[in-house]
């Protein structure tokens, strides 16, 4: 693929990134959509914006010790993108070898997954010290993230018990085939609970759309959800393609 612009902002409604709470939970429809290309450059914009900026991955799997994670493809797409070193703090509250949800790997590890309270208390923590701190899920928005079986969409339902209201859910989703109904199914869960919605990203924008994917991204943006952005494809398999 060929290398990004230097700035995150033109793949995105700057409009609406200015205007996100200070908690910025990102889930996505499905496994490698887009989530770490998309917390990257929300970061960049905001930090663009004068914006402090904290990035939380509560649960990181797939990787060993002493590789690098999500939060590191943050960080370096962050200053790829023109933000500056040292405008975003990343950080992982848990790290797992299998490339796999999180129970089930945390079961191959043999360890116990940390109750949802630590990464509410972590976020909590973070927005006391920054303007935004977004939060980074594993997979879809209820793959289940504790030992409670309890998702993101819990977490982002104890942030608001712990009063931290000023939060709400983007929601990375494909181009392709597929997406409306997974989008559609994602949206009905967050209202259902009673979650705001902010937004949607287009993860993986291809460079010559079919006309399946346009009328896909022609059909998001008339959602009463906010179309973000659409950033352009390259960015999924974050280990391993991002730039």
Do not use: Y
Not at 20 to 25: A, I, N
Not at 211 to 230: D, F, I, S, T, W
């Amino acid at each position: 693929m060929s290398a990004p612009p230097t700035r995150a902002s033109p793949w995105l409604d700057p409009r609406r990134v200015a205007a996100l709470p200070r908690v910025v939970l990102v889930t996505g429809t499905d496994t490698d959509v887009g989530k770490t290309w998309t917390v990257a450059a929300l970061a960049a914009a905001l930090a663009r914006l004068g914006r402090s900026v904290a990035v939380h991955k509560p649960v990181q799997t797939g990787v060993g010790p002493d590789e690098p994670g999500d939060a590191a493809t943050v960080l370096r797409l962050v200053e790829r993108f023109g933000a500056g070193a040292g405008s975003v703090v990343v950080g992982e509250g848990q790290r797992l070898t299998e490339p796999m949800a999180p129970r089930p790997a945390a079961a191959l590890d043999r360890v116990g997954l940390l109750p949802l309270e630590a990464h509410a208390e972590r976020v909590a923590e973070l927005a006391l010290r920054h303007d935004h701190v977004l939060v980074e899920g594993s997979g879809g928005l209820l793959v289940e993230l504790d030992e409670d079986r309890r998702t993101l969409a819990d977490l982002a339902l104890l942030l608001r018990e712990q009063g931290q209201p000023d939060s709400g859910v983007v929601v990375v989703v494909r181009a392709g085939l597929g997406t409306l109904n997974h989008t559609e199914l994602t949206l009905e869960a967050l209202a259902a609970r009673g979650l705001d919605a902010l937004g949607t990203v287009l993860g993986a924008w291809p460079a010559e759309p079919t006309p399946v994917e346009r009328g896909n991204r022609a059909h998001l943006a008339e959602l009463a959800v906010p179309l973000l952005g659409a950033l352009p494809s390259g960015g999924t398999g974050q280990r391993t393609s991002a730039p």
